[in-house]
C-alpha cells in the first residue's frame, strides 16, 4: 500500500484523490474512532476502486503508528546493562527508579516498557499472585454454586468470599443471579419481634430473660457496653434504687409459695402446680461471674441488663427457649390477645399449654392490666390497646400535620 501510495506511475494510478489527500483523509477519520474510519474508507472506495479495503487499513495502521511514537525496536542488551539492572532492582524501589534513568540515558532510544520486560525475564519480579483473584476471574461451577447455596442465609457474605476465594461483590451478585439472598437469617427470634407476636411489652421480655424464664442464644456482656458503665459510674455508683427490688425479685424466685405483689421493677417468678423451678441457667451462670470479677451482687449486674445499661452480645431468643417457655408458663401468653394465626402457631409448634404457670401470671397483672383497655385515637381514628396509646397520642401524624397547618393559618 505504501509503494502503490508513493508510487502514481507503477501499476496503479489514482484518478481522484492524490496520496496526501488520502493520508488527509485516513487521519480526520481516525480522529472520530472507528466509525469514522470506516467512513473515510467508504469515501476512498466510491473514487478510487482499484484499491481494497485491506490496503487502506494497512496505512491507517501505519499512519497510527508514525503518530504514536517510533516503531518498536529490539533491544540489545549487554552484561553491563544487566548488572546495572540486577543491582537496582536489589536496592529497592528508588534503586529500580535510578536503574531504569540510568539505562534510558545510555540508550535513548530504549522504551520503559523493554527494561520491565527485562526485569522480568531475570526473574527480578517478585509477583504475588493472589488466589483469589484468579478464582475470580474464573466462571462459576457446579461445585462453587452448590457450596454457595450451601452456605447462603448461614454465613456472610464475607465469609462465604474467603471460603471460595472471590470478592465479596462476586458473591453476592452471584447469589442475586440464582435467585437468593445473601441476607443471613440467624436463628432465633428478636425481642421486639417476639413482644409484637405474643403481645407483651418489650420490657417484659427483657424482663423475662433476667429471670431465666427466656434464654438468649449468647447472653455475655458486650466489653464497650461494660466500660461505658465504669466510665460514667452507673456501675460503681451507688444502687440503693435499684439493689432492694433485684433483692426482693431475687429471693421471690427461690421461692415456690404464692407469689406477692411484685414490685415495678422485678417480676416474681414462683411456680405452683407441678411445674418444677428453673435451674440455673447459663446466663446467670455467665453474669454471677462477671459480678465476682467486678466485686458487685450479681442482682446489680441482673438490673443494669433488664435497664438496657449491659448489652449482650446476642439477645435473640434461642426456639427451644421459647418452646420451654410455652409449655412451662403458657398462662402468661393471653390468647384473647392474639391473632388466630399467631395462636395457632403457639399451639402446634410452640406446645403452648394455657394453663401453665398460673401463680407467675397473677404476679404479672399488675403490669398487664392496662392492656384490657382499648383507646382509639381522636386525630387518626387507630383503635390502640394499652398504655402506648398515649406515645402514640404524642407522635400522631394526622396530631402534626393539623398542627403544621394551623400554624400556617
Given at each position: 500500500m505504501?509503494?502503490?501510495l508513493g508510487n502514481?506511475?507503477?501499476?496503479?494510478s489514482?484518478?481522484?484523490?492524490?496520496?496526501e489527500?488520502?493520508?488527509?483523509?485516513?487521519?480526520?477519520?481516525?480522529r472520530r474512532?472507528?466509525?469514522?474510519?470506516?467512513?473515510?474508507?467508504?469515501?476512498?472506495l466510491?473514487?478510487?476502486?482499484?484499491?481494497?479495503r485491506a490496503?487502506?487499513?494497512?496505512r491507517?495502521r501505519?499512519?497510527?503508528?508514525?503518530?504514536?511514537?517510533k516503531?518498536?525496536?529490539?533491544?540489545a542488551?549487554?552484561?553491563e546493562?544487566?548488572?546495572?539492572?540486577?543491582?537496582?532492582?536489589?536496592?529497592g524501589?528508588n534503586?529500580k527508579?535510578?536503574a531504569?534513568?540510568?539505562?534510558l540515558?545510555?540508550?535513548p532510544?530504549?522504551?520503559?516498557?523493554?527494561?520491565w520486560g527485562?526485569?522480568?525475564?531475570?526473574?527480578?519480579?517478585?509477583?504475588t499472585i493472589?488466589?483469589?483473584?484468579?478464582?475470580?476471574?474464573?466462571?462459576?461451577?457446579?461445585?462453587?454454586d452448590?457450596?454457595l447455596?450451601?452456605?447462603?442465609?448461614?454465613?456472610t457474605?464475607?465469609?462465604?468470599?474467603?471460603?471460595?476465594?472471590?470478592?465479596?461483590g462476586?458473591?453476592?451478585y452471584?447469589?442475586?443471579?440464582?435467585?437468593?439472598?445473601?441476607?443471613?437469617?440467624?436463628?432465633?427470634?428478636?425481642?421486639?419481634?417476639l413482644a409484637q407476636?405474643?403481645?407483651?411489652?418489650?420490657r417484659?421480655?427483657?424482663?423475662?430473660?433476667?429471670?431465666g424464664?427466656?434464654?438468649?442464644?449468647?447472653?455475655?456482656?458486650?466489653r464497650?457496653?461494660l466500660?461505658?458503665?465504669?466510665?460514667?459510674?452507673?456501675?460503681?455508683a451507688?444502687l440503693h434504687?435499684q439493689l432492694?427490688?433485684?433483692?426482693?425479685?431475687?429471693?421471690?424466685?427461690?421461692?415456690?409459695?404464692?407469689?406477692?405483689?411484685?414490685?415495678?421493677?422485678?417480676?416474681?417468678v414462683?411456680?405452683?402446680?407441678?411445674?418444677?423451678?428453673p435451674r440455673?441457667?447459663?446466663?446467670?451462670r455467665?453474669?454471677?461471674d462477671e459480678?465476682r470479677?467486678?466485686?458487685?451482687?450479681?442482682s446489680?449486674?441482673?438490673q443494669?441488663?433488664f435497664?438496657?445499661?449491659l448489652?449482650?452480645?446476642?439477645?435473640r431468643?434461642?426456639?427451644?427457649?421459647?418452646?420451654?417457655?410455652?409449655?412451662?408458663y403458657?398462662?402468661?401468653?393471653?390468647?384473647?390477645?392474639?391473632?388466630a394465626?399467631?395462636?395457632?402457631?403457639?399451639?402446634?409448634?410452640?406446645?403452648?399449654?394455657p394453663?401453665?404457670?398460673?401463680?407467675?401470671?397473677?404476679?404479672?397483672?399488675?403490669?398487664?392490666?392496662?392492656?384490657?383497655?382499648?383507646?382509639?385515637?381522636?386525630?387518626c381514628g387507630?383503635?390502640?390497646?394499652?398504655?402506648?396509646?398515649?406515645?402514640?397520642?404524642?407522635?400522631?401524624?394526622?396530631?402534626?400535620h393539623?398542627?403544621?397547618?394551623?400554624?400556617?393559618r
Open positions: 505504501s509503494d502503490r502514481t506511475t507503477g501499476g496503479y489514482f484518478r481522484f484523490f492524490s496520496p489527500q488520502i493520508d488527509r483523509i485516513l487521519r480526520a477519520g481516525m474512532g472507528r466509525t469514522g474510519s470506516h467512513g473515510a474508507i467508504e469515501r476512498i466510491k473514487h478510487e476502486p482499484g484499491l481494497t490496503e487502506l487499513w494497512r491507517i501505519r499512519l497510527k503508528q508514525t503518530s504514536i511514537g516503531p518498536y525496536q529490539r533491544t542488551w549487554t552484561p546493562d544487566d548488572q546495572i539492572l540486577r543491582k537496582g532492582y536489589e536496592e524501589w534503586g527508579r535510578a531504569v534513568r540510568e539505562l540515558r545510555r540508550h532510544s530504549w522504551q520503559p516498557h523493554s527494561i527485562r526485569a522480568a525475564k531475570l526473574g527480578l519480579v517478585r509477583k493472589r488466589k483469589d483473584r484468579l478464582r475470580s476471574r474464573q466462571p462459576w461451577s457446579d461445585d462453587d452448590r457450596i447455596l450451601t452456605m447462603a442465609g448461614y454465613k457474605a464475607k465469609f462465604i468470599a474467603k471460603v471460595l476465594h472471590r470478592t465479596e462476586a458473591v453476592r452471584r447469589l442475586a443471579v440464582l435467585g437468593k439472598s445473601s441476607r443471613v437469617h440467624l436463628e432465633g427470634y428478636a425481642r421486639r419481634t407476636q405474643l403481645h407483651l411489652g418489650s417484659t421480655i427483657q424482663r423475662l430473660i433476667v429471670q424464664l427466656l434464654e438468649v442464644r449468647d447472653p455475655r456482656i458486650t464497650e457496653s466500660e461505658h458503665a465504669c466510665k460514667t459510674g452507673r456501675l460503681t451507688s434504687d432492694p427490688d433485684a433483692k426482693e425479685s431475687a429471693a421471690i424466685s427461690r421461692e415456690e409459695g404464692p407469689a406477692v405483689t411484685p414490685s415495678t421493677n422485678s417480676m416474681p414462683a411456680l405452683g402446680g407441678h411445674s418444677k423451678p440455673s441457667c447459663r446466663a446467670k455467665i453474669w454471677a459480678a470479677l467486678l466485686n458487685v451482687d450479681a446489680v449486674i441482673e443494669l441488663i435497664r438496657g445499661v448489652k449482650l452480645y446476642d439477645p431468643v434461642t426456639e427451644k427457649s421459647l418452646t420451654r417457655f410455652c409449655t412451662r403458657g398462662a402468661l401468653i393471653k390468647s384473647d390477645f392474639l391473632d394465626e399467631t395462636r395457632n402457631w403457639l399451639a402446634g409448634s410452640m406446645d403452648l399449654v394453663g401453665a404457670g398460673k401463680v407467675v401470671a397473677q404476679g404479672m397483672e399488675a403490669f398487664r392490666k392496662h392492656a384490657l383497655v382499648v383507646r382509639t385515637c381522636e386525630h387507630r383503635a390502640i390497646r394499652g398504655n402506648v396509646f398515649f406515645r402514640h397520642k404524642k407522635g400522631c401524624l394526622q396530631r402534626s393539623r398542627n403544621a397547618v394551623g400554624s400556617q
